[in-house]
């Protein structure tokens, strides 16, 4: 089993549409819970982090983390064509030398239509 | 601010050649990490270093080498090019734990 599961889409919707982006996960250790955003051609970017269960709201995106289930949900509100990319979930671990063990979705490209 | 460099940005290899990809930061981070990324596949990690001094196999390591060259540089090495190995390839940086990771902008691939 992967350590972390995400539908890659692809997930076409209209601009202004809620899009609803989801991760499972089987390490219970994970505390951290990233979403990195990736346009074409483009390395990934923090887009925002929640620490342990609970909501996160940035604007028009909040991160929510349900650690009973191990689901990870990320929300957009009234999207946008400039939303067009692919969605990564990372769930944070630690490596036992030391450093940050990053552990990839295999990313959900989303694709908001005028 | 330059943040991650990865150079080259494109290459085509022959089966059988070697060649390096550099990586270096500018951000005085302490962790450093290759990955590949592939249709599907997601972000793999293939080596990272914790620290200066250190580095350790990630999740796909088969058919790479890397080096610490010093805090600012990490090298990853393809000693004989095979076309499995045709991906999209990013180094990644991070401070310290738990933060954000910082990504270079991609050195894409091709063996044939």
């Known amino acids: 089993q992967k350590e972390v599961e995400q539908d890659p889409g692809p997930l076409s919707v209209p601009e202004g549409a809620i899009v609803s982006l989801n991760c499972t996960y089987s390490?219970?250790?994970?505390?951290?819970f990233m979403w990195y955003r990736q346009y074409s051609r483009k390395g990934p970017e923090l887009l925002m982090y929640?620490?342990?269960?609970g909501n996160k709201e940035d604007g028009r995106f909040t991160a929510q983390v349900d650690k009973s289930s191990k689901y990870i949900s990320l929300f957009i509100r009234d999207s946008q064509p400039s939303d067009s990319a692919t969605y990564l979930c990372?769930?944070?671990?630690?490596?036992?030398?030391?450093?940050?063990?990053?552990?990839f979705g295999t990313g959900t490209q989303l694709k908001v239509e005028l | 601010n330059a943040g991650v460099t990865q150079t080259p940005k494109f290459q085509v290899l022959k089966t059988g050649q070697s060649m390096t990809l550099q990586c270096a930061q500018d951000?005085?981070?302490?962790?450093m990490y290759w990955y590949r990324q592939d249709p599907g596949m997601g972000l793999r990690l293939i080596y990272y270093?914790?620290?200066?001094?250190?580095?350790d196999k990630g999740e796909v390591p088969n058919g790479y080498n890397v080096s610490r060259l010093n805090k600012r540089e990490f090298s990853l090495r393809l000693e004989s090019a095979a076309p499995s190995q045709t991906s999209v390839y990013f180094c990644?940086?991070?401070?310290?734990?738990?933060?954000?990771?910082?990504f270079g902008q991609g050195t894409r691939l091709t063996v044939v």
């Open positions: 990644a940086s991070t401070p310290t734990v738990n933060t954000e990771a910082f």
């Open positions: 390490n219970s250790a994970f505390q951290y």
């Open positions: 929640t620490y342990s269960s």
């Open positions: 990372a769930p944070l671990g630690l490596f036992t030398g030391g450093g940050n063990k990053l552990t």
């Open positions: 951000m005085n981070h302490n962790s």
């Open positions: 270093s914790a620290s200066e001094g250190t580095t």
